[in-house]
């Protein structure tokens, strides 16, 4: 009886003390769930935590609504009984067009690797009945089949100009039925780039790929700072796409491949695959060497090239600062995206073991070029004595641009079928003195395969001789850049008004080649300039050139005009100097005007308020 008293005055008090600070139950916390359509909002709904969305389907005149995703780019998909609502959520959904346009586009495959198709292509060298997709009569699909090797990379494009770049995005799968991984990609499928990221073969076999597309819902990513509407059809996107495969078996035939590796970089070959002996790894049984002087500062990796019986493309490998040992790592930096950055001067000894893919190196800073001499030799000029009339003769030395790495001569009369190549002698000498002595004054000679681009007038000797052959008589510039051991032959211009030059670049027109009136330089009214007025975004660094080209001509490449152009006028120079490399570079918002002296070759920069 105690107890019940003594319970009876506890409870009691409680309600007293209710009656005085007030109870109240707490309200359950909700989240708001928005639906989209683009930006335009269909519905929002309270939720509470820890509960889930509602599932509906939304009606839209002319157009099917294919579903809900997590990200406006639709590459994630969203499930909802999976997400558990736990803060303010949005949904976006996704139409297609109710009727759809019969594509008339052609698709092909393009890549490298292993497989004799995409050895073929390398990179879309080729596009022709053996590359083509296959496209149905009665609806928009594409499909192709070929073997794939562990490594091939691929993907699937409109033309060489890489339009409508359908990637590893757009798989609809990544692994086989028993959880094989069969393909991958460069980075996890997160964003809308991953549509036009390469396709990575990780399980050899025989694949059938089918292409559907919409072509009536095709959109643009334009929010990529490398967008203009010269170069839309690169950023082509369309999410409602997709790749299907099947694996039908193993591949027919094993193939041998030899692999070789050469350097690349932002100085060192200007981010060019050049394949001479410079830039080549000497392989002595599957252990590969090279010694090549680096600045510091210079960012580079190791590109591959197979050799598949007698064919050569592009390999799928690369050598990056992941390959590095640990002593290579002291000597060396790495970027975001695994380039390595050489942080002193210096020799550079590399040695890379394919077996474990392990790169060491060692640096000998106080091995460095020596001063040297360079001229023209060969058998391309009247009156001159084939290769002996030509070394220690100034008529055709080249002259040093400025305090930079290039060494050029101009308007020199090449003879067709003649053949030419660089020589380079200490500095100071007039004579080559004799081999294999202390007297010996040669350096080495640089030929056809130390030329970028040669076109249409220029070309190997053959047969084993690598002496560059013209192929059409003219007046010509020589250039030779001595760090990068790269040689370039442009047709000499030298007349106001005969020249077309244009502006090219990231984050300015995506390195296109388009010939647009809205990157072509205009020339003044005293005719003794070009110009050019562009805008750089904040946080948008840009990186670019100019190419000249003969009036009008609105193919192929021009002679390159790059950071060793800078001139000394432009109060705006210093903010366009690059820190490596031989493109002019900018990250400072704003606009600018670029002044091109045609009698001085030299290229100024000037800010406009």
């Not at 339009?163 to 959880?179: E, F, I, P, S």
């Not at 991958?184 to 036009?196: E, K, L, V």
């Not at 290579?328 to 002193?344: E, F, P, V």
């Not at 002496?467 to 790269?486: C, E, Q, T």
């Amino acid at each position: 009886m105690k107890k019940l008293r003594w319970l009876y005055f506890v409870v009691a008090a409680l309600m007293g003390l209710c009656l005085l600070v007030g109870c109240t139950s707490k309200e359950p916390e909700t989240f708001t769930v928005t639906y989209y359509d683009g930006d335009s909002v269909l519905k929002t709904e309270s939720v509470q935590a820890g509960g889930k969305a509602t599932l509906w389907t939304p009606e839209k005149e002319g157009y099917t609504f294919e579903g809900w995703w997590a990200t406006p780019g639709f590459t994630h998909e969203f499930k909802f009984d999976e997400v558990v609502i736990n803060a303010d959520t949005s949904v976006f959904s996704q139409w297609a067009s109710a009727s759809q346009s019969v594509d008339t586009r052609v698709y092909y495959i393009v890549g490298a690797g292993t497989s004799p198709i995409l050895s073929a292509s390398n990179w879309g060298k080729v596009f022709n009945d053996t590359t083509r997709m296959t496209k149905a009569e009665d609806k928009n699909q594409y499909t192709y089949t070929l073997d794939l090797y562990v490594g091939d990379l691929f993907q699937f494009a409109l033309n060489e100009s890489w339009h409508n770049q359908r990637g590893v995005g757009y798989l609809d799968k990544l692994t086989l039925a028993d959880g094989t991984e069969a393909f991958s990609g460069a980075s996890t499928i997160g964003d809308n780039s991953a549509f036009r990221l390469n396709i990575k073969c990780e399980y050899a076999g025989n694949y059938t790929f089918t292409l559907t597309t919409h072509p009536d819902d095709d959109t643009y990513e334009t929010s990529n700072a490398s967008y203009t509407e010269d170069n839309k059809e690169c950023f082509n996107i369309n999410p409602l796409d997709s790749i299907s495969w099947v694996r039908n078996g193993d591949v027919s035939a094993e193939v041998e491949v030899a692999t070789d590796y050469f350097i690349k970089g932002a100085g060192i070959t200007d981010w060019k695959d050049m394949y001479n002996s410079a830039t080549k790894m000497v392989n002595n049984d599957g252990v590969y060497t090279l010694s090549v002087y680096l600045k510091e500062g210079e960012e580079f990796m190791f590109t591959s090239q197979n050799t598949i019986g007698s064919e050569i493309t592009t390999g799928t490998e690369y050598i990056r600062a992941s390959n590095l040992d640990d002593a290579g790592k002291a000597l060396i930096d790495q970027t975001a995206s695994y380039n390595m950055i050489a942080k002193a001067s210096g020799t550079y000894s590399f040695t890379y073991t394919a077996k474990t893919k392990v790169l060491s190196a060692t640096l000998d800073s106080a091995a460095v070029p020596a001063d040297t001499d360079y001229y023209i030799d060969g058998t391309f000029a009247d009156g001159v004595a084939d290769w002996s009339g030509y070394c220690f003769n100034e008529a055709f030395k080249l002259t040093q641009v400025g305090t930079t790495d290039v060494y050029e001569i101009k308007n020199v009369s090449l003879k067709a079928d003649s053949q030419l190549i660089i020589q380079a002698f200490k500095a100071g000498s007039t004579e080559r003195g004799e081999w294999g002595t202390e007297g010996y004054n040669g350096l080495g000679s640089y030929n056809y395969t130390y030329l970028y681009n040669g076109g249409e007038a220029f070309s190997a000797v053959g047969d084993g001789n690598n002496n560059i052959k013209v192929l059409a008589a003219g007046k010509y510039d020589i250039s030779f850049n001595s760090y990068a051991k790269i040689i370039t032959i442009t047709q000499h211009i030298d007349a106001a008004d005969t020249l077309d030059i244009y502006l090219k670049g990231t984050n300015i027109n995506n390195w296109s080649h388009g010939f647009s009136n809205q990157w072509r330089m205009t020339l003044s009214e005293d005719q003794t300039k070009y110009e050019i007025t562009f805008t750089v975004s904040d946080g948008a660094a840009v990186e670019f050139c100019f190419e000249k080209h003969p009036k009008g001509e609105t193919t192929g490449y021009g002679t390159y005009v790059g950071a060793a152009a800078m001139g000394t006028s432009g109060e705006a120079n210093d903010l366009f100097k690059p820190a490596s490399g031989s493109n002019f570079t900018c990250s400072v918002g704003g606009t600018y005007k670029v002044v091109y002296d045609i009698a001085t070759e030299k290229v100024d920069f000037y800010a406009v308020n």
